[in-house]
């Protein structure tokens, strides 16, 4: 089982400081925007929640270790309590920000380091799910994680999620990016494994396995080099396939 009825919501990583927000902002149907934590000043996360306010892209909170020198893309292994208090803090910060311009939050995404870590990680997927639940969000995650198995057990909705430019392993997770393969840069080969995701379910791994994969929703990372084209080349091949791109 793959993209249930047909339909896709495409998310992307904004408000970082890299990129083309704007032009994204114009191809996505939801915005992973930053929190100031890996990312982002208060001025550029608000500009960007007010370009995905006006075009009505759904804005969700991309939570992140506190490490603006790594891009949060470094393991922190922080005390429970520590952790808690920083994603509720990034959260509150950003609906702030969201609210000012007349939308809303509407999920939680943990960013880099932290999303790669809560796949397996039980004791800081707990609090990320305990964050979530605090504050009312649904979490966006990785299908098969310890994080997506712990928010079932608290009633916490999840957003599963694909990625459409990053390798994956033969058993369904991502390629650290440290790694070769770890990153698609082809505009052609990220559309048509969103193509094969969508008329399928599944996913080539880079060692040439089959991975069946459900999404509900795929992210194309805005920092990535051609990420514009990428995302134009995914609206285009969906479109051709009759597949429905908007949140759900």
Do not use: W
């Not at 932290?114 to 979530?132: K, M, R």
């Not at 069946?212 to 990420?227: F, K, N, R």
């Amino acid at each position: 089982m793959g993209l249930s009825s047909r339909v896709i919501d495409l998310n992307a990583d904004l408000g970082e400081g890299v990129g083309d927000d704007s032009a994204m902002i114009t191809l996505v149907t939801s915005a992973n925007v930053a929190c100031g934590f890996h990312a982002g000043t208060p001025r550029e996360l608000l500009a960007t929640c007010r370009e995905a306010a006006a075009a009505g892209v759904r804005i969700g909170a991309q939570v992140s270790y506190p490490d603006l020198s790594g891009f949060g893309r470094r393991f922190m292994d922080l005390a429970p309590d520590d952790l808690f208090a920083d994603i509720v803090y990034q959260i509150g910060a950003l609906r702030a920000l969201t609210e000012s311009v007349g939308a809303t939050v509407e999920y939680l995404k943990p960013h880099g380091a932290l999303y790669n870590a809560v796949v397996h990680h039980t004791t800081q997927a707990g609090v990320v799910v305990e964050a979530a639940a605090a504050s009312g969000l649904p979490l966006m995650c990785l299908p098969g994680s310890e994080v997506e198995r712990i928010a079932g057990s608290a009633d916490v909705p999840v957003i599963r999620e694909a990625f459409a430019d990053r390798g994956y392993t033969p058993e369904g997770t991502l390629v650290p990016r440290s790694e070769p393969g770890a990153l698609l840069t082809d505009p052609a080969e990220v559309a048509a494994r969103v193509l094969e995701l969508a008329e399928t379910g599944r996913i080539t791994a880079i060692d040439g396995t089959v991975v069946e994969v459900i999404a509900d929703s795929v992210c194309l990372h805005g920092d990535t080099p051609g990420a514009v084209e990428h995302a134009r080349r995914v609206r285009a091949a969906l479109a051709r396939a009759g597949v429905d791109v908007r949140a759900r």
